[in-house]
């Protein structure tokens, strides 16, 4: 039986990890997901972030090979994906439960990235747990904008599917 992290401990843990010294160069994204994951027990977390017009998996915590997959098809890896990530700030409207969802990472009218995030076998994502999905995308992309502007700038030379995820996710 899982014990499910109650959703604002869970954020208050999130907001603490964005929030460290920037000096300290940890990876910040990954244990975002990892959190996520282990804090909600979700089948897969992944965050994709886009850069030289791709949208890249940065870091996820699940089933990896969803994410490796999109990084090596590029625009082609999920029109829903792309649909988010194409969109603006303002077009995040949450579907009445289901088993996956994607929230789009942004500031404003800028689309920085997306949380997709896929229920357990035989579960569906509550009300809630879309809100805190919602929650911690918009948690990031405060970070992106501030603290961790210096990931979205190593990424902007990112040169194509060559690169693994294993290596992104060193700037994460």
Known sequence: MHRYRDPRELLAEVRSVLRQNVRQRQPRLQPVMDLLYEG???????????????SIAIAFRGVGEMAADCITKGDDCDA????????TGAASGLPE???RVIVPVSVGQ????????????DHTLSVGDQ????????????FLTG?????????AGYQ???RRPQELSQAA
């Open 40 to 54: 909600r027990h979700y089948r897969s977390v992944v965050l994709y972030l886009q850069a030289a017009g791709n």
């Open 80 to 87: 829903e994906l792309q649909a988010v990530l194409g969109s």
């Open 97 to 99: 439960g289901g088993e």
């Open 110 to 121: 800028s689309v920085l990235g997306a949380i997709k995030v896929l229920a357990e076998e």
């Open 131 to 142: 809100l805190l999905i919602r929650e911690i995308a918009r948690e990031i992309a405060l």
């Open 147 to 155: 603290k961790g502007k210096y990931i979205l700038r190593k990424l």
């Open 160 to 162: 194509g599917p060559e």
